[in-house]
T-cell receptor
């Protein structure tokens, strides 16, 4: 089955700097790679996703890159702001409508 | 608000109790999910329902029993739980395969 590894588990970044979170997956059949943000007391919320026919996708300050050959994908947040502080999860999905999540990265934006 | 509601938000139960968690989605989706979220562990998929039919049961102990009476409602019936079952239980729904999952706020369960 699919296995998703996520690093780092904790990340502290100065406000205004960039943050990068990396994930690897094991199942070459996975074709959907979403990123979720979870704030305290809430469920995870999708912030960006990428499908296997695209190498990079950007939405304002957030971008995701995918390297299918190496089976890794990354989340990039630029010009970080205090409201970016949260736990971020990567995930990989296959055709069977099952998404496997990474363990999460707790991002702290320092003032 | 994500369009997925869960009740109750908090639940404390003894090991001999029977309780149920409820999830409702107002998005017209055809798939619903139960996840378990424990500290320092990934989100663990428990059950998947597609068009009210269970399509996934991830080796979940029988003390957890799901029920999906229609495509908008999902229940998780709990009985004789163990303290290690204490966690945040999240419900999600989606349309399409695979597709964006919309999560509810979760039920924080404590088993004493």
């Amino acid at each position: 089955g699919e296995n998703v590894e996520q690093h780092p588990s904790t990340l502290s970044v100065q406000e205004g700097d960039s943050a990068v979170i990396k994930c690897t997956y094991s199942d070459s059949a996975s074709n959907y790679f979403p990123w979720y943000k979870q704030e305290l007391g809430k469920g995870p919320q999708l912030i960006i996703d990428i499908r296997s026919n695209v190498g990079e996708k950007k939405d304002q300050r957030i971008a995701v890159t995918l390297n299918k050959t190496a089976k890794h994908f990354s989340l990039h947040i630029t010009e970080t702001q205090p409201e970016d502080s949260a736990v971020y999860f990567c995930a990989a999905g296959d055709r069977d409508d099952k998404i496997i999540f990474g363990k999460g990265t707790r991002l702290h934006i320092l003032p | 608000e994500t369009g997925v509601t869960q009740t109750p938000r908090h639940l404390v139960m003894g090991m001999t109790n029977k309780k149920s968690l409820k999830c409702e989605q107002h998005l017209g989706h055809n798939a619903m999910y139960w996840y378990k979220q424990s500290a320092k562990k990934p989100l663990e998929l428990m059950f998947v329902y597609n068009f009210k039919e269970q399509t996934e049961n991830n080796s979940v102990p029988s003390r957890f029993s799901p029920e999906c009476p229609n495509s908008s409602h999902l229940f998780l019936h709990l009985h004789t739980l163990q303290p290690e079952d204490s966690a945040l239980y999240l419900c999600a729904s989606s349309q399409g395969s695979p597709g964006e999952q919309y999560f509810g706020p979760g039920t924080r369960l404590t088993v004493t």
